[in-house]
């Protein structure tokens, strides 16, 4: 079930403009993973992050595993279109995988 | 490399009956992880299989079961089927090694609903 806090809960932003979430936990994380999935199908990796501190490009995305690991944030810069979807963390400890309740993430033209 | 497959992509059944959906994982991937999606309570973990046994497992009634074969190929039944058991259905692959940092990868999901 769901054990990671993640914020917002939506946004709506104009093209162009950057976007920040983040997810917290009160456990530790050994693995944190963002995904992001569209209407009727499944999440979509976009990246994964390995190590406290760990900072992580993936084109316009960038994000961070908290030195606490207990948090991780998602960066998008330059927001187009297509980056509409509904964005999950994931923390992964073990055999247990928690994901967050997702961030909706809406653009304007 | 061909990713997750998961069949069918859609299924609507009626209070009552049984269902079984299928997932091929990416090849190589050695462990399959089944979840549930719904609006209401997100991703829920449903079971883990590596090397055709279950290795965890989440907090679902009997109702659901599942199966791993020999070529990583795994599917999921679910009898007795109940209104609330409409949701998306996912299954996610993984290389099956090290549990702490296995990074899954998720397939398109079976969209089940139970009239």
């Known amino acids: 079930g769901q054990q990671l806090n993640q914020s917002p809960q939506s946004m709506f932003i104009q093209e162009g403009e950057d976007v920040s979430m983040n997810c917290t936990s009160s456990s530790i994380f050994n693995t944190w993973l963002w995904y992001k999935q569209d209407p009727g199908e499944g999440p979509v990796l976009l990246i994964a992050l390995y190590k406290a501190g760990e900072l992580t490009s993936n084109g316009r995305l960038t994000a961070q595993f908290g030195i606490t690991r207990k948090d991780s944030f998602l960066n998008i810069s330059a927001s187009i279109p297509s980056d509409v979807g509904i964005y999950f963390c994931?923390?992964?400890?073990?055999?247990?995988?928690?994901f967050g309740a997702g961030t909706r993430l809406t653009v304007k033209p | 490399k061909a990713g997750v497959t998961q069949t069918p992509r859609y299924l609507i059944k009626t209070r009552g009956q049984q269902v079984t959906l299928s997932c091929s994982p990416i090849s190589g991937h050695r462990s399959v992880s089944w979840y549930q999606q719904t609006p209401g309570q997100g991703l829920q973990f449903l079971f883990e299989?590596?090397?055709?046994?279950?290795?965890n497992k989440g907090n679902f009634p009997g109702r659901f079961s599942g199966r791993q074969f020999s070529n990583s190929r795994s599917e999921m039944n679910v009898s007795t089927l109940e209104l609330g058991d409409s949701a998306l259905y996912l299954c996610?692959?993984?290389?099956?090694?090290?549990?702490?940092?296995?990074?899954?990868?998720f397939g398109p999901g079976t969209r089940l609903t139970v009239l």
């Open positions: 299989y590596f090397s055709e046994t279950q290795r």
């Open positions: 996610a692959s993984s290389p099956g090694g090290r549990a702490s940092t296995d990074t899954q990868y």
């Open positions: 994931a923390g992964l400890r073990n055999n247990d995988m928690r």
